[in-house]
């Protein structure tokens, strides 16, 4: 039996080699398609793979009676309806490493570009200048790159950096300081990278969190006449903030390719000398675009042949009986995730999750994806979902283990997880109660009783009279109303904690003053 593939966007034919060389492949090119065409076509096909041009919208996946897998040659999908393609049981793959080497290549010839200020020369040289002062650089031999996000491309640029003999400091809320001693790289926080560095890259996604981390408060505690340089997303720099910095020489020089709002055209950032830019070409080479294609080919073969694929993207369907017992805890399996990773602010080196109960029969694989996509969402926002969830985990190096027992410790389903940093072992517990939905009913070694939504306060105190009252004195003269509070111990006169839910996100300024409150040990605001 052959199966038939369907490549509706040009590909190159060393991209589909790993199609061409397995046995039992059918594969079509036909790149010429109308969405009706491709429509009417589809349903004689088992796998689809495409770029970013042909849209696989629900009306085709709809026609697509014996289609069992998507392929996209590249990252994004917004091109492919994830939802239909999960409903009908669909696979989606994409190929994210394709573009790492292209990405770091084209990252260090910014670097490079921007310290000997070649675009500025060629500029000077094709208008008929022969000026050789005014494009003195620097070398970058003995000077200081920090690396903000670790990733694959991150990390590539770190090492090609070390290639140039430069000293690099990193951050990464997954790097641990075991890792980056095997990097030969000096781990830090954000602030310690940024005044540390002669030269600073950002490689992280754009998240809430990293919106405009690079800003005027980040520019004034950087090095006098440092350099930037962002080829990751538009976004992570404050762009008028950085026109600012320029200005003003805080900032030698900046090398950008990726902008907050693309095409990036007539910005007052393209009037300065020293700043140098390209239109977002990372990953536009011929060995990314070949490599994309090689990689999601791959996948579609192991597919077929009984394999693992490696970048999935949606949910792989499971059977309807398992999924009407498990669907129920998919969220709070996701909230326990979030929860956790804003409780232990710490890189995590193992994760336990432990299913009590009824769930202890089922296949729980799904659930503790989800619970992995809570705990890696807070630093990969998007990037992350619940079936790639697993892969980046292990990726990071993060130990995950899914234990299950019958003890029901009193309710009927039980899901705890734990992890595991260098600060020590934090634990939540949670279930769903009838009438009630789903609550945290532990959290380290306190009972409490709580939902998982909204805008909570964790708050760690000593348990004597008063500590309540100064909490909920403060949060009234801020005027951030209490909804439902519950308060936890392990001993009296002990350690307790205080689970607070209140009706608006608490400021970072206002978790500091009530830092500052006595016998209390630690605050922290968490949304989920």
């Known amino acids: 039996m052959a199966f038939n593939i369907l490549i509706s966007d040009p590909l190159s034919e060393d991209g589909i080699f790993p199609l061409r060389q397995a046995e039992g492949f059918n594969v079509v090119i036909d790149t010429t398609n109308t969405p009706e065409q491709l429509a009417e076509k589809i349903k004689d096909f088992d796998a689809l793979i495409v770029r970013s041009q042909t849209q696989v919208t629900r009306a085709i996946i709809e026609k697509a009676t014996n289609l069992k897998i998507i392929g996209r040659a590249g990252v994004g999908v917004d091109n492919i309806d994830l939802d239909a393609a999960t409903e009908r049981g669909i696979i989606v793959v994409n190929a994210p490493d394709g573009n790492t080497n292209s990405a770091a290549e084209h990252t260090i010839a910014m670097l490079m570009s921007l310290a000997r200020k070649i675009p500025q020369a060629f500029n000077s040289l094709k208008n008929g200048q022969w000026d050789r002062k005014s494009f003195i650089g620097v070398e970058l031999k003995n000077k200081t790159l920090g690396v903000i996000g670790m990733g694959r491309i991150g990390a590539e640029v770190a090492a090609r950096a070390k290639g140039q003999r430069m000293s690099v400091i990193a951050y990464d809320p997954f790097l641990s300081e075991e890792k980056a001693k095997k990097m030969g790289i000096t781990l830090g926080t954000v602030e310690e990278v940024l005044r540390a560095a002669d030269f600073i890259t950002a490689h992280t996604p754009l998240l809430k969190e990293t919106k405009h981390m690079i800003n005027k408060e980040a520019f004034a505690i950087m090095k006098d006449g440092v350099q930037i340089v962002n080829c990751a997303r538009g976004g992570i720099i404050d762009e008028d903030a950085l026109y600012d910095a320029v200005v003003s020489k805080k900032v030698a020089g900046a090398a950008l390719d990726v902008f907050e709002t693309e095409p990036f055209v007539g910005h007052k950032l393209l009037t300065l000398p020293e700043v140098i830019a390209t239109p977002h070409l990372g990953a536009s080479t011929i060995e990314a675009q070949e490599s994309v294609a090689i990689d999601v080919s791959r996948d579609v073969v192991n597919f077929f042949s009984?394999?693992?694929?490696?970048?999935?993207?949606?949910?792989?369907?499971?059977?309807?009986?398992?999924?009407?017992?498990?669907?129920?805890?998919?969220?709070?399996?996701?909230?326990?995730?979030?929860?956790?990773?804003?409780?232990?602010?710490?890189?995590?080196?193992?994760?336990?999750?432990?299913y009590s109960?009824?769930?202890a029969e089922s296949d729980v694989r799904p659930l503790t994806r989800n619970t992995l996509k809570g705990l890696l969402t807070r630093n990969l926002g998007n990037h992350v979902n619940d079936v790639n969830a697993k892969f980046l985990t292990e990726r990071f190096g993060i130990k995950v283990n899914?234990?299950?027992?019958?003890?029901?410790?009193?309710?009927?389903?039980?899901?705890?997880?734990?992890?595991?940093?260098?600060?020590?072992?934090?634990?939540?517990?949670?279930?769903?109660?009838?009438?009630?939905?789903?609550?945290?009913?532990?959290?380290?070694?306190?009972?409490?009783?709580?939902s998982p939504e909204g805008h909570l306060l964790f708050i760690k105190h000593k348990d004597q009279p008063g500590a309540i009252g100064r909490v909920g004195t403060l949060l009234a003269i801020e005027n951030i109303n209490i909804a439902t509070?519950?308060?936890?111990?392990?001993?009296?006169?002990?350690?307790?904690?205080?689970?607070?839910?209140?009706?608006?996100?608490?400021?970072?300024?206002?978790?500091?003053?009530?830092?500052?409150?006595?016998?209390?040990?630690?605050?922290?605001?968490?949304?989920?």
Request: proline fraction near 2%.
């Open 306 to 354: 009984g394999g693992t694929v490696r970048n999935p993207v949606n949910l792989p369907s499971v059977s309807k009986e398992v999924l009407a017992k498990i669907e129920p805890f998919f969220d709070l399996a996701e909230k326990l995730g979030i929860f956790l990773s804003r409780l232990s602010n710490k890189v995590i080196e193992e994760v336990n999750i432990y």
């Open 357 to 359: 109960g009824d769930l």
């Open 402 to 450: 899914e234990h299950k027992t019958s003890t029901t410790k009193g309710f009927s389903n039980l899901v705890t997880v734990e992890v595991t940093t260098a600060s020590g072992v934090r634990r939540v517990s949670g279930t769903l109660l009838n009438g009630l939905g789903a609550r945290i009913v532990k959290v380290d070694d306190n009972l409490v009783d709580i």
């Open 485 to 528: 509070m519950q308060v936890g111990r392990s001993t009296i006169g002990g350690n307790a904690i205080m689970m607070l839910t209140v009706d608006h996100h608490v400021e970072k300024a206002n978790v500091e003053r009530l830092k500052e409150l006595e016998d209390i040990y630690d605050v922290i605001a968490i949304d989920l």
